[in-house]
């Protein structure tokens, strides 16, 4: 098993101690794992003197303890992540296991003070960005804002009770994504992070301000919302069949036609329908652009029956005409 100990109070030298640990020689912002403990990299951005941010993106090939140590400071650690841990909450420090759970990915809360200790298992995908908010970033609105304050302090309470019914939005799965897996045919860069690390922090912000309208943002059933992740899945891999309906995708989520259309839209900011003939039309312009297929052998792999409406369509999502030739 490899142990690394560290904390949070100084980017500059925890980015030093990971990088002499794994990476000596390495000059980028990557700090690659070497091949015996695991595959992928580290990542640390700092987005102010105050605002930290940090991204894994890893698969372990040994076992490997973190001991993440308490600071003095009110520190605020936003952990988003799209793997499962197994949390235990002691009275100095939070144990957390590595788990094969399934997850559509959550976000917890944490102050500094209090110290975790992590296992990752040998095997385990890790995906996932932190942002750290130093105290005296925070300080000067919480001194405005006690309601705020104690909003904040019941977001860290919360969002470890109730891990399991919390998950990322829409918008914040996006940011997630192109935070820890890029397009690599983008330009990336510092500024590339820096400005995806902001507005994944507001979403937090926002949760935040929810509790001002009652209304609780771990107020989530997490069986519900695994199961519009299998639909979602479902609809992804029969692409080449004919839309079944909302009411039979709802029985397969075990939910009220209502209630799965509403939390479908709110997951995927689209409605079934809209979301399975968008995927539909991704996978035709892999089709197209990508294999070199006509026109024709498209439409027959996915079912598509009227080629003027296809083609409008495909027009329509990625402003551009597919190749006429059939």
């Avoid at 002499?20 to 595959?39: A, H, T, V, W």
């Avoid at 951005?45 to 993106?57: A, D, G, Q, R, W």
């Avoid at 973190?66 to 841990?85: G, Q, T, V």
Wanted: hydrophobic letters at 35%; aromatic letters at 16%; glycine letters at 4%.
């Amino acid at each position: 098993m490899c142990k690394y100990v560290f904390d949070f109070s100084d980017i500059d030298k925890l980015r030093d101690y990971f990088r002499s640990q794994l990476d000596p020689n390495s000059i980028s912002d990557r700090i690659y794992f070497p091949p015996e403990i695991g595959e992928g990299y580290l990542s640390y951005y700092k987005i102010s003197p105050e605002v930290f941010l940090l991204v894994n993106n890893y698969r372990a090939n040994t076992d490997i303890e973190y001991i993440r140590r308490p600071i003095d400071e009110k520190d605020i650690i936003l952990h988003f992540r799209k793997y499962a841990l197994d949390h235990q909450i002691e009275e100095d420090q939070i144990i957390s296991t590595y788990s094969d759970n399934y997850t559509p990915g959550n976000m917890r809360c944490m102050d500094a003070r209090q110290g975790e200790q992590v296992f990752i298992t040998k095997g385990a995908e890790v995906r996932s960005t932190m942002i750290v908010l130093k105290s005296s970033y925070t300080k000067s609105f919480f001194m405005k804002s006690n309601d705020m304050a104690e909003k904040v302090d019941s977001y860290i309470r919360y969002s470890h009770q109730h891990i399991h019914k919390f998950y990322l939005s829409y918008k914040q799965s996006n940011l997630f994504d192109q935070i820890v897996q890029p397009d690599l045919n983008k330009i990336e860069n510092y500024l590339y992070y820096i400005a995806r690390g902001i507005r994944l922090l507001e979403t937090f912000w926002k949760d935040v301000l929810k509790w001002e309208t009652a209304s609780n943002p771990f107020n989530v059933n997490s069986a519900q919302v695994g199961n519009i992740y299998k639909v979602s899945n479902y609809l992804k891999e029969n692409l080449h069949e004919p839309f079944i309906g909302v009411d039979q995708l709802a029985t397969m989520a075990h939910m009220s036609r209502t209630n799965f259309f509403n939390m479908f839209k709110e997951i995927h900011d689209q409605t079934p329908l809209e979301f399975f003939n968008n995927k539909k039309l991704e996978s035709s312009y892999n089709m197209i652009f990508g294999e070199g297929l006509s026109i024709k052998e498209v439409m027959d792999a996915l079912n598509y029956s009227n080629s003027s409406k296809f083609k409008k369509a495909f027009f329509n999502k990625f402003d551009i005409y597919p190749d006429i030739n059939i």
